[in-house]
């Protein structure tokens, strides 16, 4: 139902509806684009940490991934 992808006419990833888009922010669309049906929460997170040299990212993550699923941006 949605599907990620980067607009250049936005400057930024989005997810595009058959109403719409959603404009995401850099964090999102770092933890969306990681999202791939085989990634648990922690591969997520642990790239992200690696990827940006921070640490404590799991529970921006899990709160994002959680929000998401309640939007059903994710299954």
């Known amino acids: 139902m949605y599907r990620l992808q980067f607009e250049p006419a936005q400057d930024?990833?989005?997810?595009?509806?058959?109403?719409?888009?959603v404009k995401l922010n850099g964090p999102a669309s770092e933890i969306l684009k990681r999202c791939d049906g085989q990634a648990s929460v922690n591969d997520i997170t642990?790239?992200?940490?690696?990827?940006?040299?921070?640490?404590n990212l799991r529970g921006d993550v899990g709160e994002f991934l959680s929000d998401a699923y309640e939007c059903q941006w994710i299954v």
């Open 46 to 55: 642990a790239d992200l940490e690696r990827a940006f040299s921070q640490g």
């Open 12 to 21: 930024c990833w989005v997810l595009l509806y058959p109403e719409g888009l």
